[in-house]
């Protein structure tokens, strides 16, 4: 189960706007430059989350992560939301 099984897509972008709120301003490209310079986009970082990512984008995310709070914030709140969903149903 992932957090798109128990929020609409809706409900997702409205947490991450609540948590991200620059996400509708960061590019979707995911070249070198752009993952040094912005922030990623929330629709990203939910596809990273839910492992929809093919390989070289998913290593582009994983670079970003690794210099950005920000984003790295938004990751861990979506593993939250999945931990508590988790949770509620006894898994």
């Given at each position: 189960m992932n957090i798109g099984d128990i929020l609409s897509p809706d409900e997702v972008r409205m947490f991450v706007d609540a948590v991200f709120p620059l996400a509708d301003a960061a590019p979707t490209d995911l070249s070198d430059e752009w993952v040094s310079n912005a922030c990623l986009s929330d629709h990203t970082i939910l596809a990273f989350?839910?492992?929809?990512?093919?390989?070289?984008?998913?290593?582009?995310?994983?670079?970003?992560?690794?210099?950005?709070?920000?984003?790295?914030?938004?990751?861990?709140?979506?593993?939250?939301?999945?931990?508590?969903?988790?949770?509620m149903n006894g898994g």
């Open positions: 989350h839910n492992g929809d990512l093919d390989l070289d984008d998913a290593a582009s995310v994983e670079a970003h992560l690794r210099t950005c709070e920000t984003c790295r914030s938004v990751l861990l709140a979506l593993k939250e939301i999945d931990n508590l969903e988790r949770g």
